[in-house]
């Protein structure tokens, strides 16, 4: 009896060992969003992708099914082999248990099934779309994802504007440019309303292709945003700004730079260096860069300047040996005080700004003491 309960014993054991390799190995791979092989964001922010939470939720999944994935796949493929009904719960669960691209066509099959069966009946506010786009951002698989998003059959599956952006900026990541822009004709054609992540994600893309045809996307944009009465965000003007000066239009960059309230920014002081140097105020220029290299208090940070923006500036000057002589000297001085970066414009338009999300939950949590889990108000005073 002893050594019947010593062996069941170890058995739990091992089992308890086999859980936790697995609940490391997962939480490695959920950690690949912060180092630097992992994929990167450029422009929306974890608010919007929820990459993290993603991958939180496929350990949490992963841990409660350990040893029963292959069951459950082989479950599924028998349902839609004999046409069995798919529920809501078992997709989702599918979802979250895909690891390789193998899995993920499994997953695309019962995706028609299930759209094909539940295509008429509301759901209330889920959304499949957001998961699936989130699955293959994490596993690379953009192809996989607009050959879905732009089946025909799937029509009413993908009808929200994040499942829309979160594939369009896993095409920017990846420079598929042109592929961005077809993403977002195809929102246009399935009557899906952009908002303004869907805005800020088509002027990066038209910002990067700087050819004719996202130029005349560009323009409709703006029209239809000035139609509609729609508020232009701020990074959207950035972009804006720096289109306009990539296609040597100064008049419209210099609309939109009016439009943002504070130039304060690095990336407002960039573009003004180069909103002065293509519109030929060489003046206006050096005087610009000799009052942010004059700005000596260390309460207030100084402005930074792109080498490359620089760069530009002087070949402006190059027939003006005049003022090329001063502009060397200030150069030289905001290289000393280190505000000359190496970061280029584009760098700098694709920085993701910080989310307060974060610190919100933060502050949420503390209102629960720990010890009582009761308000914190309510267990300090009783303490």
Known sequence: ??????????????????????????????????????????????????????????????????????AYFSATEEKLLKNRLILKDELKMLLHLCQTKSEVEVAKKVICRYHAEN?????????????????????????????????????????????????????????????????????????????????????????????SDSCKIYTTLLENMQFKGDPMPRRVYYFAVAFALKQNDVTKAHSFFSHLMSTRSRICSNLKVLLLAQS??????????????????????????????????????????????????????LQASGQITSLTLDDLLCQIPPTKRHYAQLLKRRQVSQRTFKPLSSALLAE
């Open 280 to 333: 030929g105020d060489l003046q206006g220029l050096v005087q610009t860069l000799k009052q942010a290299s004059d700005s000596a208090s260390d309460f207030v940070k100084r402005p930074e300047f792109c080498m490359q923006v620089l760069t530009t500036a002087r070949e402006k000057l190059e027939g003006n040996p005049a003022v090329c002589v001063h502009f060397e000297e200030i150069f030289a001085k």
């Open 1 to 70: 009896m002893a050594t019947a309960v010593v062996e069941g014993s170890n058995r739990i054991l091992r089992e308890a060992i086999k859980r936790s390799l697995l609940f490391r190995k997962l939480a490695l791979a959920s950690s690949c969003w912060k180092c630097p092989q992992g994929a990167k964001r450029y422009l929306l922010t974890e608010d919007i992708l929820r990459l993290h939470e993603f991958q939180q939720q496929k350990l949490a999944i992963g841990y409660q099914l350990y040893g029963e994935k292959d």
């Open 119 to 211: 295509k008429n009946v509301a759901f209330g506010e889920f959304k499949f779309g957001p998961i699936f786009m989130r699955l293959c951002y994490e596993l690379d698989l953009e192809a996989t994802a607009v050959e879905l998003i732009k089946d025909q059959a799937l029509r009413g599956f993908f009808s929200d504007s994040t499942s829309f952006n979160i594939l369009m900026d896993l095409l920017f990541v990846k420079g598929h440019y042109e592929c961005a822009l077809d993403v977002l004709l195809e929102m246009k054609r399935q009557g899906v309303k952009f908002n303004k992540e869907t805005y800020l994600l088509a002027f990066a893309t038209c910002y990067k292709l700087n050819n």
